[in-house]
């Protein structure tokens, strides 16, 4: 699942700022402190992460970038033309693509976070424990995002990569995030965004998802068993921070032909937590 770009015009969300405070996107874009510019001109470079210009190999037109941002021609022109001058846009006079510029900003963000050679040593390890894939992920609104991944080879793929984004609320990745938060922040985080049935197996009912978070902060871990995709199940525990709360979380995934829950409870998770506690002391949160 693709990040969906937000269209300019669009005022919803929270922000969480770095002491986890949230204040409200509505109240910040009322102050003189809100760029309308700045926002503008991100909201091109997220449509470069939605389905319909990865179809595209990630070129967009003027007419993709107006319609999935909301902007005028006009707006969408000038805003591609300065990206393209600042270098993280190229174009041929019709289509307009990302250059490796754009790489800086997620190096910019992944160093500080410690990923690198020690992280991915520490989960290439643990896939050849257990054999199956092996992912780290962190809760982004309504998502989870995939920072740290190690794929098991084998004949199908599943195109899982570092920046892939999957629903939290069905995700065991996603669980544990939400484990993390307070009950108040999970609240608002469920009146924000609304459960909806991905397969039959999808817990859609508000109180049985709070009380399913309860069992996951209780237990430590979150296994899900068909609920993001039939045929697929997952178990996740929190990687914990020097302030003791849960900043991200580690999963494995495999096929329900391969294994079945109580395997993934009684041989994955001891692997999983050894392999957090390691992270937690690699990575600098």
């Known amino acids: 699942m693709a990040l969906r770009p937000r269209r300019a015009q669009d005022v919803e969300g929270a922000m969480t700022g770095p002491d986890g405070n949230e204040e409200g996107e509505e109240t910040i874009r009322q102050s003189s402190d809100f760029v309308e510019a700045v926002a ?13 210009s990865v179809r595209q190999r990630g070129r967009l037109t003027l007419t993709d970038a107006g319609k999935l941002t909301g902007l005028t021609r006009g707006t969408a022109r000038r805003l591609l033309l300065t990206l393209k001058e600042l270098h993280y846009l190229d174009s041929d006079g019709k289509h307009f693509w990302l250059t490796p510029k754009i790489l ?18 520490i989960l290439q390890e643990l896939t050849q424990r257990v ?9 982004d609104e309504e998502e989870i995002v995939y920072i740290e991944r190690v794929e098991v080879r084998r004949i ?23 484990g993390g938060l307070s009950d108040v922040k999970l609240e608002r985080w469920l009146d924000k965004y609304p459960l909806r049935p991905l397969t039959p197996h999808t817990i859609t009912d508000r109180k049985a998802f709070v009380a399913e978070i309860g069992r996951v902060r209780e237990r430590g871990y979150s296994v899900i068993d068909e609920e993001l995709e039939i045929g697929i199940r ?11 709360r849960v900043v991200a979380a580690l999963n494995n995934s495999t096929s329900t032909a391969r294994h079945s829950v109580e395997d993934l409870e009684q041989n994955f998770l001891p692997e999983l937590r050894l392999a957090a506690e390691k992270l937690s002391r690699t990575m600098n949160w």
Do not use: H
């Open 156 to 178: 199908y793929s599943s195109r899982i990569v570092n920046g892939t984004r999957l629903p939290a609320f069905c995700s065991s990745i996603g669980r544990v995030l939400l």
């Open 234 to 244: 997952s178990i996740a525990v929190p990687i914990i921070g020097e302030n003791g």
């Open 104 to 121: 800086g900003l997620a190096n910019g963000f992944m160093t500080p976070l410690g990923l690198g050679d020690a992280s991915a040593a």
């Open 40 to 52: 503008r001109g991100l909201s091109i470079l997220e449509c470069y992460s939605d389905p319909v």
């Open 131 to 139: 054999d199956e894939s092996a992912s780290v992920g962190i809760l």
